[in-house]
T-cell receptor
Framework: AQSVTQLGSHVSVSEGALVLLRCNYSSSVPPYLFWYVQYPNQGLQLLLKYTSAATLVKGINGFEAEFKKSETSFHLTKPSAHMSDAAEYFCAVSVNTDKLIFGTGTRLQVFP | DTEVTQTPKHLVMGMTNKKSLKCEQHMGHRAMYWYKQKAKKPPELMFVYSYEKLSINESVPSRFSPECPNSSLLNLHLHALQPEDSALYLC????????????FGPGTRLTVT
């Protein structure tokens, strides 16, 4: 069965610093991987998705993620954090079904 | 247009009330979803409709009753809820199948008193 692990429930960075949010997946077949962001009292917004076309995926708001099969990872990065990036981030996986399996989430705090 | 709309934004109901949550999308998507999200937790899947037919029910209590009147609309009928059912209820839609991303609505904040 597939699963997702997000290391670090909280990540704090200074404005302008690199953002790195970690996601590892478990799947016996090639997965489809997604990153979503959730701002307080809002729904989830898709940041980016991996569907095997390219291992480096660029998303919205300057975020990108790299699929590494050998490490079963799909970490999310952004070169320079902005105050508006403060939110909850969820990594998710789906495999040949309609179901999305979410990680437990990482809360990103950005300090001035 | 990648918008999923949900009404109402907030709902307060007693344990004996009957209410409904509504969700609408006009993207031509063939799959629609209901999720429940508690504070500081990821969304939990409740139901999936594919081509207007219920395809997944994640063992949700019968006090929650989904309905898909047509390919653009999804309802969640609520009856005899418990205080622990208080949560953010999210609707989502996708083109179809595992490789397609899901688009989420803003949610309905439900409080059961």
């Amino acid at each position: 069965a597939q699963s997702v692990t997000q290391l670090g429930s909280h990540v704090s960075v200074s404005e302008g610093a690199l953002v790195l949010l970690r996601c590892n997946y478990s799947s016996s077949v090639p997965p489809y991987l997604f990153w979503y962001v959730q701002y307080p009292n809002q729904g989830l917004q898709l940041l980016l998705k991996y569907t095997s076309a390219a291992t480096l995926v660029k998303g919205i708001n300057g975020f990108e993620a790299e699929f590494k099969k050998s490490e079963t990872s799909f970490h999310l990065t952004k070169p320079s954090a902005h105050m508006s990036d403060a939110a909850e981030y969820f990594c998710a996986v789906s495999v040949n079904t309609d179901k999305l399996i979410f990680g437990t989430g990482t809360r990103l705090q950005v300090f001035p | 247009d990648t918008e999923v709309t949900q009404t109402p934004k907030h709902l307060v109901m007693g344990m004996t009330n009957k209410k409904s949550l509504k969700c609408e999308q006009h993207m031509g998507h063939r799959a629609m979803y209901w999720y429940k999200q508690k504070a500081k937790k990821p969304p939990e899947l409740m139901f999936v409709y594919s081509y207007e037919k219920l395809s997944i029910n994640e063992s949700v209590p019968s006090r929650f009753s989904p309905e898909c009147p047509n390919s653009s609309l999804l309802n969640l009928h609520l009856h005899a809820l418990q205080p622990e059912d208080s949560a953010l209820y999210l609707c989502a839609s996708s083109q179809d199948g595992a490789s397609y991303e899901q688009y989420f609505g803003p949610g309905t904040r439900l409080t059961v008193t």
